[in-house]
């Protein structure tokens, strides 16, 4: 049986991920910098899920938005873990790492209509930095011959919201 199906949706999100993370693989070393979207959607009683819409194939549940949100990137690391043990090369795991950064287009059209109430300022979380701005979602694959501390970046995830303040 879905529980999910049977569950009421309170509230849904549009979330950007900002997000770098180094992956070791069989003879290579990668950063990945990752700019992805995110549908974060809250049912009656607290229950959270989080659905990739780039990189479309993850989706995560759990009891509260940050549980959910370190559930996604610890499963975001899982799967380009097990990319990085699976293949022989770096080529190849920039291949398949580019090819999973996919669309989901059913999450894409829900994020969308999160993001129109966001911007007719139906819904917001408290506390969350709006973004303001077009936000192109991207994935970066670099090698990294020799990594320093300037390779990292700060993590993120900010709500959607470009070119459109919170309505009064």
Same mark, same amino acid.
């Given at each position: 049986m879905d529980t999910k199906t049977e569950t009421k949706t309170e509230s849904q999100f549009p979330l950007f991920l900002n997000y770098r993370f180094p992956v070791s693989g069989k003879g290579f070393w990668v950063g990945i910098t990752?700019?992805?979207r995110l549908l974060l959607e809250e049912e009656v009683g607290g229950d959270v899920w989080i659905?990739?819409?780039?990189?479309?194939?993850?989706? #995560?549940?759990?009891?509260?938005r940050e549980a959910a949100l370190t559930a996604f990137t610890a499963r975001?690391?899982?799967?380009?873990?097990?990319?990085?043990?699976? #293949?022989?090369?770096?080529?190849?795991?920039?291949?398949?790492?580019?090819?999973?950064?996919?669309t989901?287009?059913?999450?894409?059209?829900?994020w969308k209509a999160a993001l129109q109430c #966001?911007?007719?300022g139906k819904t917001?979380?408290?506390?969350?930095?709006r973004e303001d701005g077009d936000f192109k979602p991207e994935i970066r694959v670099e090698k990294i011959a020799n990594p320093?501390?300037?390779?990292?970046?700060?993590?993120?995830?900010t709500m959607a919201a470009p070119c459109f303040a919170k309505a009064a």
């Amino acid at each position: 049986m879905d529980t999910k199906t049977e569950t009421k949706t309170e509230s849904q999100f549009p979330l950007f991920l900002n997000y770098r993370f180094p992956v070791s693989g069989k003879g290579f070393w990668v950063g990945i910098t990752l700019r992805g979207r995110l549908l974060l959607e809250e049912e009656v009683g607290g229950d959270v899920w989080i659905y990739g819409v780039n990189p479309g194939g993850i989706s #995560v549940f759990a009891q509260s938005r940050e549980a959910a949100l370190t559930a996604f990137t610890a499963r975001l690391h899982e799967v380009m873990n097990g990319v990085a043990e699976s #293949v022989e090369t770096f080529d190849a795991f920039k291949k398949e790492v580019e090819e999973s950064f996919a669309t989901n287009g059913e999450y894409e059209t829900m994020w969308k209509a999160a993001l129109q109430c #966001v911007r007719e300022g139906k819904t917001d979380i408290a506390g969350m930095t709006r973004e303001d701005g077009d936000f192109k979602p991207e994935i970066r694959v670099e090698k990294i011959a020799n990594p320093t501390p300037a390779n990292n970046v700060d993590q993120k995830v900010t709500m959607a919201a470009p070119c459109f303040a919170k309505a009064a």
